[in-house]
């Protein structure tokens, strides 16, 4: 079953202003969550609608937070979301960020008091669309275990990079630091399919495949190479929080609950690089050309499997779900008839 992204933003734009979501804010949340949808990242599009209606609902998020700059010093800035939507808080920072860039080089962003803002590669292809290199980077409550670990310590604290090809096409990396993101594990528990081998440890501290005896995740590189993931998990724990004034993940409020009127206090850290900071913009798209040529030239294993630049298969999917729509499975249907009925709202699949 598919729905197109025009039917997903009436839907849910009707219910955010039941929630009484300011127009611009309803915006931005629908625009990240659909385009994350619409690439492929369905871990952390639309599926997570409904997570984020049930924090506004009990107060873990404020439907009409206070956002504001609160520090600018020419490369330098903080962005205080005010326990608003993370989604917002992170867009609005990108526009900051790379109009910082434009005028420094490069400039660096600090989102505090924020809440989960989805998937990082929105913010870091945001940044990009203006013509800069753009990272993001989050961190969240405690899913990962630390290398050699029996338990949760790190988020799944991910890693985004976008840089610009030409003015409509781009290389996006965005990666957890763990192989998978929980909400597979969840998937999976409600799908009753198995895990892939070393991506979720049990209560011992041993790798299973068995959804409904996974505790936590593993770091990204499994049994053996494992200490790459942590390393990468502990760089981006240390940047969203002691570097920002915000406590680290494992001291952060799980983002699964029981809790879900206290707000979560995340932090998210944005950084930009125009694109004429060290060269010219001709030299630099002169650069990045020649290496998607090059890259294009070198032999795939499998010929029905070429070798795709970062982001590419993203473009690829994005092209077929704007024109078929959105995959939905029966978990979700089921999600958006219940939000549908109870907000009163005319929706059927």
């Known amino acids: 079953m598919k729905i197109f992204s025009t039917k997903v933003k009436k839907f849910f734009d009707k219910i955010l202003i039941e929630l009484k979501i300011p127009k611009n804010h309803r915006d931005l949340l629908i625009k990240s969550l659909i385009d994350s949808s619409i690439r492929g990242v369905d871990s952390h599009g639309i599926r997570l609608f409904s997570h984020y209606v049930k924090c506004i609902e009990n107060g873990r998020i404020k439907a009409k937070p206070q956002m504001k700059l609160i520090k600018k010093n020419k490369g330098i800035a903080v962005y205080d979301a005010d326990d608003g939507l993370g989604h917002v808080a992170a867009l609005k920072a990108s526009n900051i960020v790379s109009k910082m860039a434009k005028k420094n080089g490069i400039a660096s962003i600090a989102i505090i008091n924020s809440s989960h803002y989805g998937a990082a590669g929105v913010y870091s292809h945001e940044i990009a669309?203006?013509?800069?290199?753009?990272?993001?980077?989050?961190?969240?409550?405690?899913?990962?275990?630390?290398y050699n670990g029996k338990g949760a310590f790190h988020g799944t604290n991910p890693y985004s990079f976008t840089t610009p090809i030409n003015n409509k096409d781009y290389l996006h990396v965005d990666f957890s630091s763990t192989s998978i993101a929980w909400n597979k594990v969840m998937r999976a528990r409600s799908n009753s399919t198995k895990l892939s081998s070393e991506v979720a440890i049990d209560s011992k501290g041993n790798y299973t495949t068995d959804p409904y005896e996974a505790i936590a995740l593993a770091p990204m590189g499994g049994k053996e190479y494992g200490h790459k993931g942590f390393g990468l998990s502990s760089s981006v724990e240390i940047m969203c929080g002691p570097l920002i004034g915000m406590a680290h993940g494992y001291r952060l409020l799980s983002m699964i609950g029981p809790d879900f009127s206290t707000p979560r206090k995340l932090g998210h850290f944005l950084i930009a690089i125009s694109l004429d900071s060290f060269t010219t913009k001709k030299k630099y798209f002169n650069g990045i050309k020649q290496y998607i040529k090059d890259l294009k030239k070198q032999k795939s294993k499998n010929i029905?499997?070429?070798?795709?630049?970062?982001?590419?298969?993203?473009?690829?999917?994005?092209?077929?779900?704007l024109k078929y729509g959105i995959p939905i499975d029966k978990e979700l249907k089921t999600d958006f008839l219940y939000l549908a009925k109870k907000f009163k709202i005319n929706f059927n699949l």
């Open 129 to 146: 669309k203006d013509q800069c290199v753009g990272f993001s980077f989050t961190h969240t409550d405690a899913f990962a275990m630390p």
């Open 304 to 321: 029905r499997n070429p070798i795709l630049y970062p982001g590419e298969l993203e473009k690829i999917t994005s092209k077929h779900r």
